[in-house]
């Protein structure tokens, strides 16, 4: 099973600046996301991180407000940027280990963005 | 499009009483079902998938394709399966994404 260490674990910024949060897995994996869960909701898928190329962004999320990086396949970042307090979240990094009969989400302990 | 549905936010039960914990879905195929759970401070983590029928935690899902449904059951339920529970569908288009519901907080009174 992959390993997920995330960084910073919570941070509080100032509205206006932005923030990197980084993604690091024990193994090599194809598979990374990003996602965010706020408060009282589901996790929302933001983007899939892909190695060596531009990440692939879901309905409502743009590459200007979160950039991400992909520069090899065990780590990533992704960036909220010109925060507002409406990006106050938890963001999870997430790699998926797809066997032929099992498929496993592994996720990151998060990081707890407040924006203030 | 995939979507999945947990109708409850909250569910409140005492200890040793039976616990369902519903979900229903809707794909155009045979997906994946998952249940993951978040325990306080600690990381979501997967709890079963639909294809192992297995028992975890005393816990078992059962997939009824007739109703689309993929609902979590234990049958006397203890403080510590006090968590979030997340119910998750991974369909076959591209990307192979997972799609969650909701969640359901899980309160176990003593």
């Known amino acids: 099973s992959a390993v997920i260490s995330q960084k910073p674990s919570r941070d509080i910024c100032q509205r206006g600046t932005s923030l990197t949060i980084q993604c690091q897995v024990d193994?090599?994996?194809?598979?990374m996301f990003w996602y965010r869960q706020q408060p009282g909701q589901s996790l929302t898928l933001i983007a899939t991180?892909?190695?060596?190329?531009?990440?692939?962004?879901e309905s409502g999320f743009v590459i200007d407000k979160f950039p991400i990086s992909r520069p090899n396949l065990t780590f990533s970042t992704l960036t909220v940027s010109n925060m507002s307090p409406e990006d106050s979240s938890i963001y999870l990094c997430?790699?998926?280990?797809?066997?032929?009969?099992?498929?496993?989400?592994?996720f990151g302990q998060g990081t707890r963005l407040t924006v203030v | 499009a995939q979507r999945v549905t947990q109708p409850e936010k909250l569910l409140s039960v005492f200890k040793g009483a039976p616990v369902e914990l519903k979900c229903n879905y809707s794909?155009?195929?045979?997906?994946?079902l998952f249940w993951y759970v978040q325990y306080s401070r600690q990381r979501l983590q997967l709890l079963l998938r639909?294809?192992s029928r297995e028992s975890i935690k005393g816990f078992t899902a059962d997939l009824n394709k007739g109703e689309t449904s993929f609902h979590l059951k234990k049958p006397f339920a203890q403080e510590e399966d006090s968590a979030m529970y997340y119910c998750?569908?991974?369909?076959?288009?591209?990307?192979?994404?997972?799609?969650f519901g909701g969640g359901t907080r899980l309160m176990v009174k003593p």
């Open positions: 997430s790699v998926y280990e797809i066997g032929r009969l099992n498929t496993e989400a592994f």
């Open positions: 193994s090599q994996v194809t598979m």
């Open positions: 991180a892909n190695q060596g190329s531009e990440a692939t962004y």
């Open positions: 794909y155009s195929g045979s997906p994946e």
């Open positions: 639909h294809i």
């Open positions: 998750a569908l991974k369909g076959y288009n591209a990307g192979n994404m997972l799609t």
